[in-house]
């Protein structure tokens, strides 16, 4: 385990050899080269140099490594110069940047091989692994496609490659790719039915494929089950997966393309002496749903809240019936009872429900958190899962709305990685978020899994969890400050320094935990007129998307940018935010769930980052409201796309990516349209139109996107050939965005920020040092 970060040298190559022909990577390995920053523990990275080739030469493009950077100039930051070498002739020395065009390389381009090193004093130091252009301007990584499958109703499904992320896993200095396979039928947590299992793979960027982790059947799959943070969570320069389990997970390693090996992750001693196996299967059919109602009922009597007069002593009088039967329940009886209730009461409130037909959920057995070896995949520690269910989501809220919607919210998961510390990464893995929720950070030592601590707003009081009208609003016990967690979270979370202590706070949506757990704030503000009770106080609520950075410079510290679906009984609509204190900056009220928000330098003739939202949600397609300055100001009545931001062009402004579902994906500019058409791939998550990764991956300072092709027959990496003069060091040596870009694959996936203000007017002496 490394003990110094300020003497831990960087070695091997990102990127040694990229074959032009095949997209791939040769055996050579990088020499050392600087020092990884002190402070938090970063990867290791090699130069990350990538040929690429495109009209007018071949670009080139490397890294700018945390511990080269020695102060600020003011077109970026301060490092060594580098000599570019082709065929082991140097035909130039950079400097002020860490991008090349070489414009001469002639008909051999094919064949030419290049590497760069860094010159200090006038002396090079050891130069990078060579490499080999692109030939097509991409790099496409062979994926291995899972097989199609059949449901327990007989429905057939499909594979397509999902969300991403990247990691060393061997200790190579090289970036890996752990890839999420979603069936053609997964899920929302909210929709019935039966899923596909989810797999997890990891491959090398040549398409060698290390091990493959099958979910099995009892984890659903979806957006919102499968969250998995990949990390160097023990420093040991070999990063893990963490991730929820449970019986049935089974890991398969490859060993030359195929497989070598293949084992379940443990079931633990508990479990096994209560019978538990891998061949268990939790999934509930419709008539296991209506077998569990009954049990529920015939148990109604004994549950705590019943037998303490909070819940209405008999399910008549919570269901507003007259009495039929006595307590405690019959079998017969108890059937009876659930067979109104499935096909009488329920009905009644709406008429989307429809419980008769409820199938495929997993509401039960043993839910686990198990941390993988990188290299291998092998499991190395299971626990059990915390928080666990409870129940079937009675107390979570699932009962009470006239849209009844069990395992909704009980099953909404989220993960992440925080420095609490300053240095080392804790996995932070959390359940719920529009009720209770519940947030944990674990630690991985290389031996066991422990708990930091846990911040849990607990459930709120309910006088009768099939319809609650009176208790709306009501929160948990008001002595407990963790209450106010309760309602406020998002589909993600963000971890960020936002008191500029050194330690990463948790930013869970509308709150903000501190490092040690505690609340620091959970946002609230008065509600306008027009909405449900003018002049009230409300809390901001749930929303679906969040950015946190220095989206304004002329303000200390960083802002939190959201969207928020509570209509009428939220304060906003979109609101900016202090990070340090939570304080609404400003806002718009809009009275309707307001879907989508993005933030970036699209307009690079206002000071600090434009916001945006969307004006329309719900299942169709959001529009862009506006544009906003980092003030407020009104800049223009429609803006950029909503689906994810990229950092793609030269001088620090910023792109989206547009294109969901069956079209083609492109990179649009606000000011030049588009810049990039993705012939041949597709975007994930219906409209939401996510790129598996979008990540300063390799090269310079710029962020690759990852996006899959039609088939999902490879990954299709892009790389900006733009000529940028900024000199910047590589993203992944900043601490937030490095938890970022763990975080993107959380749920609903969201940009990956930088911890500080990165745009084309960056005052770089303001641009933190990397470990100072």
């Given amino acids: 385990m490394r003990t110094n970060r300020a003497t831990t040298c960087a070695v091997a190559a990102v990127m040694a050899g990229l074959l032009a022909a095949t997209g791939s990577t040769a055996t050579a390995v990088e020499p050392k080269s600087a020092p990884v920053p002190a402070g938090a523990q970063l990867e290791d990275l090699g130069r990350g140099l990538v040929a690429a080739r495109t009209s007018e030469g071949v670009f080139l493009s490397w890294r700018l490594l945390g511990g080269e950077v020695t102060g600020h100039t003011d077109t970026g930051m ?289 839910e686990y958190l198990t941390v993988f070896d990188g290299r291998s995949g092998r499991p190395l520690d299971t626990v059990d899962y915390e928080p666990g269910r409870t129940d079937d989501g009675l107390r979570w809220g699932d009962y009470e709305w006239s849209r009844i919607e069990p395992g909704n919210r009980v099953d909404r998961f989220l993960s992440g990685v925080a420095y609490l510390d300053g240095e080392h990464p804790s996995a932070i893995f959390a359940r719920g978020y529009y009720t209770r929720a519940a947030i944990v950070a674990h630690e991985w030592d290389g031996r066991r899994i422990t708990t930091r601590w846990t911040a849990d707003s607990g459930f709120k009081p309910m006088n009768n969890p099939f319809d609650d009208s009176a208790n709306k609003g009501v929160l948990p016990d008001p002595d407990n400050e963790l209450t106010q967690l309760w309602g406020q979270g998002f589909h993600s979370l963000s971890a960020a320094d936002v008191d500029a202590d050194g330690r990463q706070e948790i930013v869970y949506g509308s709150a903000t935990l501190d490092d040690d757990g505690t609340l620091m704030y959970s946002s609230s503000d008065t509600l306008p007129e027009g909405s449900s009770a003018p002049g009230a106080t409300a809390h901001l609520g749930h929303g679906d998307a969040m950015h946190v950075t220095n989206i304004d410079p002329a303000r200390p510290g960083l802002e939190i940018w959201t969207c928020h679906e509570g209509g009428a009984v939220a304060p906003y609509g979109a609101a900016l935010r202090d990070a340090a204190t939570g304080e609404v900056l400003f806002g718009d009220y809009t009275g309707v769930d307001t879907g989508r928000s993005m933030v970036g330098d699209v307009r690079p003739d206002v000071p600090g980052l434009e916001v945006w939202y969307s004006g329309q949600a719900g299942d169709d397609r959001p529009q862009a409201a506006g544009l906003l300055s980092a003030t407020g100001r009104s800049l223009d009545e429609s803006g950029p796309g909503l689906n994810q931001s990229i950092r793609w062009a030269g001088d620090g402004t910023t792109q989206v990516v547009s294109g969901d579902r069956e079209e083609t994906p492109t990179i649009e500019d606000w000011s030049r349209g588009t810049v990039l058409t993705a012939e041949g791939t597709r975007t994930n998550n219906y409209w939401k139109g996510n790129p598996s990764l979008v990540a300063d991956v390799l090269g310079d300072w710029r962020e690759e996107m990852l996006v899959r092709t039609e088939d999902s027959s490879a990954l299709r990496l892009y790389l900006s050939t733009e000529v940028s003069d900024i000199t910047m060091y590589t993203l992944l040596h900043d601490p937030q965005y490095r938890v970022e870009v763990a975080r993107q694959q959380t749920t609903y996936n969201q940009p990956s920020h930088p911890g500080f203000y990165l745009a084309s007017d960056t005052d770089w002496s303001q641009v933190p040092l990397p470990g100072r």
Wanted: no cysteine; charged share 25%; glycine share 10%.
């Fill in 78 to 366: 301060a490092g060594p110069d580098f000599a570019v070498h082709r065929n082991g002739k140097r035909i130039a020395t950079v400097t002020g940047s860490t991008n090349y065009l070489d414009t001469d390389a002639g008909a051999d381009v094919a064949d030419a091989r290049y590497t760069v090193a860094p010159v200090t004093g006038g002396r090079a130091g050891r130069p990078s692994a060579p490499v080999t252009a692109w030939a097509d301007g991409h790099l496409d990584i062979p994926l291995n496609k899972p097989a199609d499958g059949v449901t327990p109703t007989g429905e057939n499904y499909t594979y397509s490659a999902n969300d991403a992320s990247v990691a060393d896993l061997d200790g190579d200095g090289e970036l890996e790719i752990v890839l999420k396979w979603d069936p053609s039928n997964s899920k929302d947590v909210s929709q019935k039915g039966y899923t596909g299992n989810t797999y997890l793979d990891a491959y090398e960027l040549d398409g060698t494929q290390l091990w493959r982790i099958d979910m099995g059947v009892n984890v659903r799959s979806g957006a919102h089950y499968t969250q998995f943070p990949v990390y160097d969570f023990d420093g040991d320069d070999q990063a893990e997966l963490m991730v929820k389990t449970a019986p049935g997970t089974k890991v398969t390693t490859y060993r030359n393309g195929r497989p070598a090996a293949e084992r379940y992750v443990p079931i633990s001693k508990h479990d096994r002496r209560a019978g538990v196996t891998n061949d268990d299967d939790y999934r509930w059919s419709a008539a296991d749903y209506a077998d569990h109602l009954v049990g529920l009922f015939q148990g109604w009597s004994d549950e705590p809240e019943v037998r303490s007069g909070q819940w209405p002593a008999t399910l008549e009088e919570a269901f507003g019936i007259e009495p039929r039967y006595d307590y405690p329940l019959a079998e017969d009886d108890a059937r009876a009872l659930a067979d109104y209730y499935i096909d009488e009461w329920v009905p009644a409130r709406s008429s989307r429900n429809d419980l008769r037909t409820f199938e495929g959920f997993v509401l039960t057995g043993p």
